[in-house]
C-alpha cells in the first residue's frame, strides 16, 4: 500500500511538473507583426504579464522618449512607453492556451480582454471586447 501510495505520489508530481513547464513556455521575447516592438513576457506568481522591452523609435519628434500620451488616465500619461506593461493576468489553461488576461494598446490608448494561444514560435494575440468574435488577432513571433 505504501508502494502504491508513494508511486501515485510521483506521479503526480512529475503531471504538475511538465504542466508547469508547458506553461512557461511562453515566456520570452517576441515580436509583433510590424516589426517596431518587442515584448518580453514573464511570470509573477502562477500568471503571465508582458512589457514593451524594445521600440524602434523610443523617441518622439523632439528626441524626448516617448510617453503613454493616449491613456484615458491622464496621472499616467508621463509614463515611458518603453516597459509599459501590456500584458496582465493570464493564466495557462493547460493546452497552449493563456486566457482571462487584458492587453493595452499605448497607440490607442484602450485595454481589451485577450486571449493567446501557443503555436511553436508563433503566438497568436486575441484583443477583443466583449466575446472573442468580436475581436483582431495578431501572430507575434518569438526572438531568438
Known amino acids: 500500500m505504501k508502494r502504491l501510495t508513494l508511486s501515485m ?9 511538465a504542466s508547469a513547464q508547458n506553461a512557461d513556455a511562453i515566456i520570452g521575447k517576441w515580436i509583433n507583426p510590424s516589426g517596431e516592438g518587442q515584448i518580453e513576457i514573464y511570470k509573477k506568481g502562477n500568471k503571465f504579464f508582458g512589457k514593451l522591452a524594445w521600440i524602434k523609435f523610443p523617441n518622439d519628434a523632439g528626441g524626448k522618449p516617448k510617453t503613454d ?6 496621472a499616467l ?7 509599459l506593461e501590456l500584458l496582465k493576468d493570464f493564466t495557462f489553461d493547460g493546452e497552449d492556451v493563456y486566457e482571462n488576461g487584458t492587453i493595452y494598446d499605448p497607440k490607442s490608448g484602450k485595454t ?18 466583449g466575446i472573442s468574435l468580436l475581436g483582431r488577432t495578431e501572430e507575434w513571433t518569438r526572438v531568438e
Open 9 to 17: 505520489g510521483m506521479l503526480l508530481f512529475f503531471v504538475l511538473s
Open 69 to 74: 500620451i493616449k491613456n484615458p488616465d491622464e
Open 77 to 83: 500619461r508621463s509614463r515611458p512607453e518603453l516597459g
Open 112 to 129: 481589451y480582454s485577450c486571449k493567446m494561444t501557443l503555436k511553436g514560435k508563433k503566438l497568436k494575440i486575441r484583443g477583443y471586447v
